[in-house]
């Protein structure tokens, strides 16, 4: 066993598999995507399951378990980790690029999924008004109106927070008819505040998970936006563009699933999700030794 810092040393230069962080069951719509994206790929997969919803966390308490988080995938040997989690793009990532990342090994690389999203959003909509489902600690950072400022400065962004619909995924409740009632006042309360929406990004990695109820409310013109294959284009183009990241990901198809929680109940939605038997392990302490 060696101690987070040390490991993290020790793995300095070494290919590794590519990690992708959420808070919970949320990032497993990212990691779908990019597992079909680039297949031969080693992944491990972390969801901090223990501590979900991030949604209406302070700041500092993301930023925090998201750095710890990070900083664990480090020491189990990723060179390239993607926060597959709005909230943890929106209240950490920065500070993790500018100040973590040159202390700890400026060879790593962290990249989250706002702007992947962001920078493509203007070939989904003809009217320029976009909707935003987004958790309330995404929509107060006001990344996506700041992002959409720089890249796409005419168009008009709706931002609204859905609190209650990470929990029920989380609390695998997505498909109980209690769902309906919140997915639907959600929808309804959006499309009040700009009739003229023609896109809706489900920004919130767990969105994708009450699809289904989210299109049923939804009127059929308007465009939903799920960001994994986003996402998983955006880093093609990205380890096209970097070859020495390409390089330093091992290739031998394995796949890894950890949470911070109930590893059976992790386990049982995952399988469904990714269509194939998965089993995960439990990590008690992102701090402990490695
Ligand atoms: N899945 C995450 C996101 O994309 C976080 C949800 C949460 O934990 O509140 O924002």
Not at 2 to 21: Q, T
Not at 34 to 41: F, H, K, S, Y
Not at 109 to 129: A, F, Q, S
Request: glycine letters at 6%; a negative charge; hydrophobic letters at 40%.
């Amino acid at each position: 066993m060696r101690l987070i810092a040390d490991a993290i040393k020790e793995s300095i230069g070494h290919p590794g598999p590519i990690g992708v962080f959420d808070s919970g069951y949320g990032g497993l719509t990212i990691l779908r995507e990019l597992r079909r994206a680039i297949p031969d790929a080693d992944f491990l997969y972390l969801g901090d399951n223990a501590r979900a919803p991030y949604g209406s966390r302070s700041f500092d308490l993301v930023y925090n378990f998201t750095l710890e988080a990070v900083r664990y995938l480090f020491a189990r040997g990723c060179q390239l980790v993607i926060l597959a989690c709005n909230t943890a793009s929106a209240k950490a990532l920065r500070n993790i690029q500018q100040h973590d990342l040159p202390a700890i090994d400026p060879a790593r690389r962290v990249l989250g999924v706002i702007r992947p999203t962001t920078e493509i959003i203007d070939r989904y909509t003809d009217t320029g008004h976009i909707g935003l489902f987004a958790t309330p600690g995404t929509v107060a950072s006001q990344s996506y109106d700041l992002e959409l400022a720089k890249l796409h400065p005419g168009i008009t962004l709706h931002s609204h927070a859905c609190p209650m619909w990470v929990s029920l995924v989380e609390n695998l409740e997505a498909d109980s008819p209690g769902a309906d009632y919140f997915v639907k006042k959600e929808i309804d309360s959006l499309l009040s505040a700009d009739p003229l929406i023609d896109t809706i990004i489900l920004g919130c990695t767990h969105y994708p998970l009450l699809y289904d109820k989210i299109r049923h409310y939804t009127p059929d013109n308007i465009k939903i936006l799920i960001q994994g294959k986003i996402v998983a284009e955006s880093l093609l183009d990205y380890l096209c563009r970097h070859p020495e990241m390409d390089r330093m990901i091992t290739r031998g198809r394995s796949l890894e699933l950890l949470t911070t929680e109930e590893p059976d109940k992790f386990s049982g939605l995952a399988s469904v999700f990714m269509g194939e038997n998965i089993s995960s392990l439990r990590v008690h302490d992102l701090n402990a030794p490695v």
